[in-house]
């Protein structure tokens, strides 16, 4: 199995940065990361929980007479609590705030809202459901408790298109006559589902159920506004899974269930691109491994396919996310003799298995959500479990869209920072312009090239000179951050009386030229030590008339014939 061993790890006495973007959060007590989104600021939010206990040496006195009051007694500052964790992209962890309530409670699920902060579910231990909004800071707008006089559990926060949440879990069978058993269900647990607005304010809710034992796992919203929810059914010795769809207020559509002897347990479902549904499962194989195995489901209860990815080892698939390609990406954990990693999948649209990878330790480690980013890339929240430690820990990483482990991001506005104070007689004075994407583009009127030309004038070997000794002097500093340092020719649009094919192709040899003249006299200019170091980020290369400049929609020919720089750092 495949171990990630170099990992960030933070508690209160150890701050140890890595290359790899994989953040762990060592806290006392079991505590762990369920859920992730990315921000708008394009930074990763990520919840979990995690505990603290009360101090048995104080001096309350006081006493009580169940576990409940007990519990209510607790100050904000103790017990299982709902827990936020921002990350920038550079790992650095940007926020971390404790969701204090007066019951242990534990978080379950995380939605943004379209203010940049959250929507975040879960349950109290006394059995009360719990919605929290907070702002973009994670500070508390308002908290609800709902839920049925039973014990209830929440699975799922479902973001809505009307920027509401469908809160999805189970409550346990009513034995008050106040309640209406033969319409609700008479097993251990039933479906629970409640709607709210964007406001938090509860539109709905409602249970459903059969004579088994049912719980409810997780929703999507159709383009219609009909709901799909994903249920765990179980009857007698079987288990199985059940896709319901509901009006948007709640009124039953259709029933599908499907048990069968080998037990299937259910775990995520998503919309597709297509309007069709993907549902993650896992069954039971001879062997009594777990296997993962997916539905695709239309919204007439169709099964469009059935597949199941059979794994050397007991594999589960916690959640899935789709590219814009058709493409899954899908987390959960393998489990072997020895150890349980984390598991991730890359799937094509028919759900044949393109990529996997084990991220852990030695121990327990476990995926339980991922969320694609803007990038491609991959954000993973979960848990870790140190080496010889029986506690989970809090795990945040980021992998590439190939699975491997993102780097850490250095910061290209820092680097900017920088190259601006280093050039800033030359910004100055308009002899460069420097961009917040690591271009440098020549100004000066004396460092274009004439029409045609492309060996490089007095002037202009002069000004590289000065350019080149700081701008390679930062950037050698600096070399474990820079991939590459990219020299481009440009030419302006124009060659005699060419035709289209002849004028772009000697532009592109001209615009070639304009480059390897820039880049061999700043090359030729270093020591030995310089120049090896150079031969393995130069890139040079030719753009002909690609990107000439513009000016109130008419080409500037005379600044289009230039060289610009680029820097291009790791992780961007």
């Known amino acids: 199995m495949h171990y990630i061993l170099t990992l960030l790890l933070l508690t209160s006495y150890i701050y140890a940065k890595t290359t790899d973007f994989s953040i762990i959060i060592d806290e006392k007590f ?18 979990g929980f995690i505990k603290e206990y009360k101090d048995s040496s104080s001096n309350d006195s006081a006493t009580y007479s169940n576990a409940f009051d007990y519990l209510s007694s607790l100050s904000n500052a103790h017990g299982s609590q709902m827990h936020l964790v921002k990350v920038d992209n550079s790992a650095n962890i940007s926020l971390r705030k404790s969701m204090n309530l007066a019951n242990f409670n534990e978080a379950i699920s995380l939605v943004k809202t379209p203010e940049n902060g959250y929507f975040v579910g879960g349950h109290t231990l006394s059995g009360s459901l719990v919605l929290l909004k907070l702002d973009s800071r994670a500070n508390k707008i308002f908290a609800s408790e709902f839920g049925t006089p039973n014990q209830d559990r929440m699975s799922k926060l479902v973001g809505l298109r009307d920027g509401g949440v469908l ?50 796992i997780d929703a999507a919203e159709a383009d219609d506004g009909s709901i799909v929810v994903l249920g765990k059914v179980n009857k007698g010795k079987q288990t199985g899974v059940s896709l319901m769809r509901i009006t948007e207020h709640g009124d039953k559509i259709w029933l599908y269930e499907k048990v069968e002897e080998k037990g299937i347990s259910p775990h995520k479902i998503i919309k ?18 777990e296997q993962i195995r997916l539905l695709k489901v239309d919204l007439q209860k169709n099964i469009l396919q059935d597949k199941t990815i059979y794994t050397t080892y007991s594999s589960v698939l916690k959640d899935i996310d789709e590219y814009s390609d058709g493409r899954l990406a899908a987390v959960g954990h393998v489990q072997d003799s020895y150890d349980t990693d984390g598991l991730v999948m890359l799937l094509d649209a028919k759900f044949s298995l393109l990529l996997q990878e084990h991220y852990g330790s030695e121990d327990f480690d476990s995926f339980h959500a991922l969320d694609v980013l803007h990038d491609s890339k991959i954000a993973v929240a979960g848990v870790h479990t140190n080496k010889d430690s029986q506690e989970t820990n809090m795990w945040l990483l980021k992998l590439n869209r190939d699975l491997t482990m993102s780097q850490i991001s250095n910061s290209v506005t820092n680097f900017y920072a920088q190259l601006s104070e280093l ?30 030309e492309y060996v490089l004038t007095n002037p202009q070997k002069k000004f590289l000179d000065s350019f080149g000794k700081k701008l390679l002097t930062f950037l050698y500093k600096n070399k474990e951050h820079i991939k590459a340092l990219e020299i481009n020719g440009h030419t302006s649009s124009e060659w005699g009386t060419s035709d289209f094919s002849s004028g772009y192709l000697n532009n592109e040899r001209l615009s070639m030229n304009r480059s390897f003249a820039t880049l061999s006299h700043i090359f030729n200019n ?13 890139k040079g290369s030719g753009l002909s008339f690609s990107k000439k400049i513009m000016l109130n929609e008419v080409e500037d020919k005379e600044r289009s014939r230039r060289v610009t720089f680029k820097i291009i750092l790791f992780g961007n």
Do not use: H, P
Request: no cysteine; net charge negative.
């Open 30 to 47: 079991n505590n762990a990361l369920v859920d992730v989104a990315e921000d708008y600021d394009r930074s990763i939010s990520a919840v």
């Open 167 to 216: 809160a999805i879990g189970s409550s346990a069978a009513s034995q008050n006559q106040s309640y209406d058993v033969f319409s609700n269900g008479l097993g251990l647990n039933d479906i629970y589902v409640a709607r709210f607005s964007q406001e938090g304010t509860m539109l709905w809710s409602k249970r459903y159920g059969s004579y088994g034992d049912d719980t409810g």
């Open 272 to 289: 597709l691109r297509d309007s069709a549904f993907v549902v993650s499962l896992s069954q039971k194989d001879e062997m009594n491994k």
């Open 423 to 452: 050039f800033k007689d030359e910004i100055q004075a308009n002899s460069l312009t420097l961009r917040e994407d690591l271009s440098i583009n020549f100004s000066s009127e004396g460092l274009y090239f004439e029409i045609g």
């Open 526 to 538: 270093q020591d030995e030590k310089t120049k090896k170091w150079l031969s393995e980020i130069l």
